[in-house]
């Protein structure tokens, strides 16, 4: 089996290829290209990877390539990874803002809005690359945010494509340890869009546990989502970190105004791990890397790669079409939700009602995101203002107006129609 990884040059893929190496019974590479176009990163990184591999004596030859044609040509998977503008834009992204009233997040509210313009055309792109030249059944996995709109942007356009996120493997592994049991023990009710998700239950041999943590571990799980008790307590649920950004804006806000930005402490975790990865006698995953982010996504990927490759019984999280699941949203909108792969296809498991006030907070961001890819797809300030006022989190048409001069005058460079 031949992956493609597009961003391979990331420093986060040591963390991809730690989890090859464990599980390669899972799932049975025999070629990893890294596709990148910083040179010098891409060599770092692939050197890196090809000593793990050989380490661990795995089979599977690591190539890395700025030739994208070559990177996917015959490939069975691509996995795409990548940041358009790097950390410099995530620290724009998380920054400008505050000057109208709003959080700086890379993939939620403002910033989040960026990050589609500039990415959605690039990853068009790229897919138009994998259609010609991967294989003609090929998977596009896409891991690269905002990703249920890159998501929606890729099955509109024709692709073969699914979304993938950490966050639900990383609330099972939570689950599991709370509870005393195998990971793979553990079924979630997830549900909602990317970065918008809430656990609904927590099924351990068919019964559901989350009542009993809700209350005996109350304290701990809004700890682990930095929420208050009370609010997970009157939902009966367990929404994901990223409702912080909705629920205690302004408790989110106050902290970002006199913290450093999440992009100023991955560039000095990217600068360790680079100098770490040149060294020729380093073989083993560094412990720097806990620090990147992304917990468990080498697993996440590698389950549901191989889920791909052999068919499973167990559902993965994954972002794909909505089709009725959520009866309020369009069918063509793009749900992060559990779903089994068969028959060459995602099936999705069925969803119960929402409550009134998660079904709404759902509603009002699915409409944003549908005018934000209208805007990444066909560009213009209108259509940019359009989505910038449509989000929650904005909605003023003045602050949507100074947001969006903001968002244009830091990523003009980005904006081919800009």
């Known amino acids: 089996m031949k992956l493609a990884i597009v961003g391979g040059g990331s420093t986060y893929t040591p963390e991809l290829i730690d989890g090859f190496a464990r599980l390669r019974e899972q799932l049975p590479l025999e070629e990893i290209h890294l596709v990148d176009p910083d040179e010098r990163r891409l060599a770092l990184v692939a050197g890196m990877s090809e000593r793990m591999l050989r380490h661990a004596a795995h089979p599977a030859r690591v190539v890395g390539t700025t030739d994208l044609v070559a990177g996917v040509a015959d490939a069975d998977a691509v996995l795409v990874q990548l940041r358009v503008g790097g950390q410099d834009a995530r620290h724009a992204d998380e920054t400008w803002p505050h000057e109208a009233g709003c959080i700086g997040q890379e993939t939620t509210g403002p910033g989040g809005l960026a990050k589609a313009l500039r990415t959605v055309p690039v990853v068009l792109r790229i897919a138009d690359v994998v259609r010609r030249h991967a294989k ?46 195998g990971h793979d023990e553990v079924r979630l009710g997830h549900v909602g869009l990317n970065h918008l998700t809430w656990e609904r239950s927590v099924s351990v041999d068919g019964r559901d546990a989350l009542p009993s943590l809700l209350a005996d571990r109350l304290g701990d799980l809004a700890g682990e989502v930095h929420l208050a008790p009370e609010l997970l307590a009157q939902l009966g649920v367990v929404p994901s970190y990223y409702l912080r950004y909705y629920y205690a804006h302004d408790e989110v806000l106050a902290e970002q105004l006199r913290e450093p930005t999440r992009a100023e402490a991955v560039r000095a975790i990217e600068r360790e791990l680079l100098e770490l990865y040149a060294d020729p006698a380093q073989h083993d995953k560094p412990a720097a890397l806990e620090g990147r982010g992304g917990a468990f996504y080498s697993e996440a990927a590698i389950e549901l790669l191989a889920a791909m490759h052999r068919g499973a019984d167990a559902p993965r999280v994954v972002n794909l079409r909505n089709d009725g699941l959520l009866p309020f949203l369009p069918d063509d909108h793009v749900v992060e939700v559990p779903a089994r792969y068969r028959d060459d ?47 929650p989190l904005v909605l003023q048409h003045e602050r949507a107006e100074r947001l969006t001069d903001l968002l244009l005058a830091e990523n003009a460079r980005f904006l081919e129609w800009a």
């Open 345 to 391: 296809r995602f099936e999705a498991e069925p969803v119960e009602p929402l409550p009134a006030d998660i079904a709404g907070l759902i509603a009002g961001v699915a409409g944003y995101e549908r005018l934000a890819l209208d805007a990444a797809v066909h560009g213009g300030r209108d259509r940019v203002l359009r989505a910038m006022r449509a989000h």
């Open 136 to 181: 003609p059944d090929a998977w596009i996995v896409d891991f690269t945010n905002p990703v249920g709109i890159v998501t929606r942007a890729l099955l509109e356009h024709g692709h073969r494509a699914v979304g993938l996120c950490n966050v639900a493997i990383g609330f099972q592994r939570r689950f599991a340890a709370m509870l005393g049991v």
